[in-house]
Structure formats: C-alpha cells, structure tokens
C-alpha cells in the first residue's frame, strides 16, 4: 500500500485527499498528515490507519463544533445534535462536548440563564422549564434557572395587552378567552394570567 498522490481539497483548503495505489483511499486534515508524516510513495502498510481516521474526526469534531458555537451560545445537547447530523461518531461528539466544556466553550447553566432570559418576555415559567429541557438542560439547574427569574407577573401584563390589541375586533368575552388559552399555552400561571386579564379590564373602564 503506497501513497501514490496526495492532493487539496476543493471544499476545504484545510484538508487534503490521499490516494492509495492510483486510488481515493480517505481524506484528511494536513494537520493530521503531516501529524502522521504522510507523504507520495510513502509505503503505509504498516500504519494503524483506523487510529489516523480517529484522530482526524476529532478535529473535524472540534472545527465543526467550534463553528457552530462562534454564532451563538448552545448548550450541550445542541452541539451533540449538529455533531451527529455531520455523521460524527457519538464516542467522537461525546469527546469534543467534554473537551468543549473543560475550555467552558459550553456551559449549560450560563446558556440556561441566557436563553430564560430571552424566553421570559413572551413565556411563562412553565413554557422556559419545556423548552429548557429541549435543549438537554438538566432539571435542577432549569429549576434554579427559572428561581432566578423572579415573578412572571409583569411579562404576562405586557403579552396580555399585546393580544388584546390583537383581538380587538373581537367582543369582550371571546378576546378574553383568546387570550387566556394564548397565555396558558406560552406556560403562564393560572394566577398571573387572570390578574393580567384583571388589571387589562381595569385599564380600559
């Protein structure tokens, strides 16, 4: 088994294909190539080439994980998901998230914080903790993520009158219901709902 060329890539300047006795055998990172000191009319026959391959997914795991993460912040679960999509092994993806979270490049509980904050002006509590575990967080840190929060009372008052204003070609009775069924569905409490519906009615006497 002789290397009989090694070429770049198209598609990535960062990688290189390996010819193999006149034939395509795998590509690489030229990183891991010269890593591994690979070069035309090497013999390879005694390499370990399946210990080549693993090392090369891992920093392909690594490019492409660090890519997704340099757009917005993702939790865990996220960048196992976009991993496996691109056909990385679960032990490889498993690795990059670990390493990942060792360099705090992920960190479930400041994108939990992050992530409810943003929820939190248009969703209730209920609705944050569904769409926290989504995304993989784990359930004490969601609890304590939603505690943080404070009072969800003000968020309902403000989607309150916003649906109001939407129904309001509605009579009375059915834009109320609209909007308590829209509320309870976004995850607000049962509570906060009919004070925000309360004090919406008040306003308008």
Do not use: P
């Amino acid at each position: 088994m002789v290397i009989t060329d090694i070429s770049n890539c198209k598609r990535n300047k960062n990688r290189v294909n390996v010819y193999v006795d006149g034939t395509f055998a795998f590509a690489l990172y030229l990183e891991t190539a010269m890593q591994y000191g690979l070069k035309k009319d090497m013999d390879i026959t005694g390499l370990d080439l399946r210990k080549i391959a693993e090392d090369d997914e891992k920093k392909y795991s690594m490019d492409l994980a660090l890519k997704y993460i340099s757009y917005q912040m993702r939790s865990r679960r996220d960048v196992l998901k976009k991993l496996r999509q691109k056909e990385i092994s679960d032990e490889t993806a498993e690795w990059t998230t670990g390493k990942l979270e060792e360099m705090g490049y992920i960190n479930d509980r400041a994108f939990a914080e992050m992530y409810a904050a943003e929820l939190k002006e248009r969703m209730g509590g209920r609705g944050i903790a569904h769409k926290l575990f989504e995304k993989g967080i784990d359930k004490e840190v969601a609890e304590e993520t939603l505690q943080g929060l404070g009072s969800f009372r003000e968020a309902a008052k403000i989607q309150a009158e916003s649906l109001y204003e939407k129904y309001r070609d509605l009579d009375a009775k059915k834009a109320r219901e609209k909007v308590f069924r829209t509320l309870a569905v976004r995850g607000f409490e049962t509570e906060d709902i009919l004070q925000a519906i309360r004090e919406y009615g008040a306003q308008q006497e």
